[in-house]
Each structure stands twice: as C-alpha cells, then as structure tokens.
C-alpha cells in the first residue's frame, strides 16, 4: 500500500522535499527547505508517494501567478517539479499525483495546468502529461510549454526570453534560485571550472518569482549559464564537464 503525504511547513522537517533527503545539513538542502517555507503562503503543494515507509517519487506545484517557471500562465497551476523513481514508475503513483494538483486547481477555479518539459536536462518529459490530455500551447527551442485547458481561458504562453542572454557577453553569467537544492553545488563547480580556465563568473541570484518569471534566459528559471551572450547549459553539471563545455564554447 502507499500513501501521498501532504508536506507543510509543520511537517516538512520529517518529511523534506524528496531531493537530497539523504544530505539534510547540505547548504544545497538549506537552501531550498527555506525556499520552500517561503513559498508555502505563496500557495505551493508539495506531495510525496511513500510506500511501504520509503519516497517513491513527488509533485510540486504552485498557482501560475507565483511560479518560479519563465512562463506567463497566471490563470494556471504550474507543476515544477514531477518525478517518479525509475523502478517504481508504472504503478500509477504519477497519475495520483497529477490528479490530486488537478484537482486542487479545479478547486481555485483556475483555468488548467500547465508545466515546462523538454528531453533534456531535468525537467519531465511530455509523453506522460500527452495521455493525460496535455496539449503543446507554445516551444521554443527544446522548451515545450504543455497545458490542460479547463475553459478555455487565457493560454499560456512561454516570455519572450530569448534576447535575454545577449546582453550578458562579458565571461559567464549564471541566473540562479534556491527552487533546486542541486543548483548550490552546480554553482561551486562552475566557479571551480571559471578559476582554472581564468574566466569572470557572475552570479544572478533569481530571488524573486517576478524575476525568474521575467529575468531568466530560459523557461527553467532555476538555471541558466549564460557564456559570452550565449545560453551553453541549463543543467548542473560536475567541474570536469563543466570545463569541457566551456572550452567547446569558447570564441
């Protein structure tokens, strides 16, 4: 048997946030447990699957008005985050998932859910949310902005973000929040790359959801490293590849 456990603020110290569980005291893990006990007045759902005393997977989701996602969906609940561990998928713990934050905005009247996927990086694939109804409402580049329309009121649709990254062309630029407790080490390996390459790192904290909505160079808003204006990874990486992908992109 499973349960899906509602996280609070009141239980979330049990419970965490699924990511990192096993490294609590992590600055990474810190980080995004006070993140999270922000955003909970915001109105953000975190659900956990547990079965059999162990986490098989988790959503997180919040009111489109609030997201940390470069989407203009207000009307819409935003999933930011849905996975499911590779060995547990098949048991229906995401369709629980998925219908318990659709019906959580059914119940705020909003208009639909929406979510960014892509196959690359970490965001989810779309060929689940595809069976469940979900419609492709607007791309760019490997970004695909999915939607569930209740009524048939105001799509969302991805910023104009694109022109972002050209006017950041001195050295690296690294757009980032504290929504992932794995962004904190990526950034460390970043740096740690720059150094040895003798290359300017800055760093743009994303502190705000108007700002990750508004400010980041891709639909993530978690992510973003930005290389003499071009946008070269918006995944964590370790310093050697981070290294690798530098000198690939280097003029």
Same mark, same amino acid.
């Given at each position: 048997?499973?349960?899906?456990?509602?996280?609070?603020?009141?239980?979330?110290? #049990?419970?965490?946030?699924? @990511?990192?569980?096993?490294?609590?005291?992590?600055?990474?893990?810190?980080?995004? %447990?006070?993140?999270?006990?922000?955003?909970?007045?915001?109105?953000?759902?975190?659900?956990? $699957?547990?079965?059999?005393?162990?986490?098989?997977?988790?959503?997180?989701? $919040?009111?489109?008005?609030?997201? &940390?996602?470069?989407?203009?969906?207000?009307?819409?609940? =935003?999933?930011? @985050?849905? &996975?499911?561990?590779?060995?547990?998928?098949?048991?229906?713990? /995401?369709? #629980?998932?998925?219908?318990? @934050?659709?019906?959580?905005? *059914?119940?705020?009247?909003?208009?639909?859910?929406?979510? =960014?996927?892509?196959?690359? /990086? &970490?965001?989810?694939?779309?060929?689940?949310?595809?069976? *469940?109804?979900?419609? %492709?409402?607007?791309?760019?580049?490997?970004?695909?902005?999915?939607?569930?329309?209740?009524?048939?009121?105001?799509?969302?649709?991805?910023?104009? &973000?694109?022109?972002?990254?050209?006017?950041?062309?001195?050295?690296? #630029?690294?757009?980032?929040?504290?929504? @992932?407790?794995?962004?904190?080490?990526?950034?460390?390996?970043?740096?740690?790359?720059?150094?040895?390459?003798?290359?300017? =790192?800055?760093?743009?904290?994303?502190?705000?959801?108007?700002?990750?909505?508004?400010?980041?160079? #891709?639909?993530?808003? =978690?992510?973003?490293?930005?290389?003499? /204006?071009?946008?070269?990874?918006?995944?964590?990486?370790?310093?050697?590849?981070?290294? *690798?992908?530098?000198?690939?992109?280097?003029?």
């Amino acid at each position: 048997m499973f349960e899906m456990i509602n996280v609070t603020s009141e239980n979330v110290h #049990t419970y965490g946030f699924f @990511c990192m569980r096993s490294k609590p005291k992590e600055e990474g893990y810190q980080s995004k %447990l006070q993140w999270l006990k922000e955003r909970f007045k915001d109105g953000l759902s975190l659900k956990i $699957i547990q079965e059999d005393g162990k986490q098989r997977g988790f959503i997180e989701y $919040i009111p489109g008005e609030f997201t &940390w996602r470069a989407v203009n969906a207000k009307k819409y609940m =935003v999933i930011h @985050c849905f &996975w499911i561990a590779g060995k547990n998928k098949g048991k229906g713990f /995401g369709s #629980t998932l998925l219908n318990e @934050c659709i019906r959580e905005a *059914k119940a705020m009247n909003l208009s639909g859910v929406a979510l =960014v996927t892509s196959e690359r /990086g &970490w965001l989810p694939n779309k060929t689940f949310f595809e069976k *469940k109804g979900f419609r %492709l409402v607007d791309q760019i580049a490997e970004f695909e902005l999915m939607a569930l329309d209740f009524n048939g009121e105001g799509t969302p649709r991805f910023y104009d &973000w694109q022109e972002t990254a050209k006017d950041y062309s001195d050295g690296i #630029t690294v757009f980032k929040s504290d929504q @992932c407790p794995f962004i904190h080490d990526a950034v460390l390996n970043l740096n740690e790359a720059a150094e040895e390459l003798d290359i300017n =790192v800055k760093v743009i904290e994303l502190d705000h959801f108007e700002m990750a909505q508004q400010k980041s160079p #891709t639909p993530f808003g =978690v992510f973003t490293v930005v290389f003499e /204006g071009r946008i070269i990874s918006y995944h964590p990486q370790t310093k050697n590849k981070f290294v *690798k992908l530098l000198q690939e992109n280097k003029a």
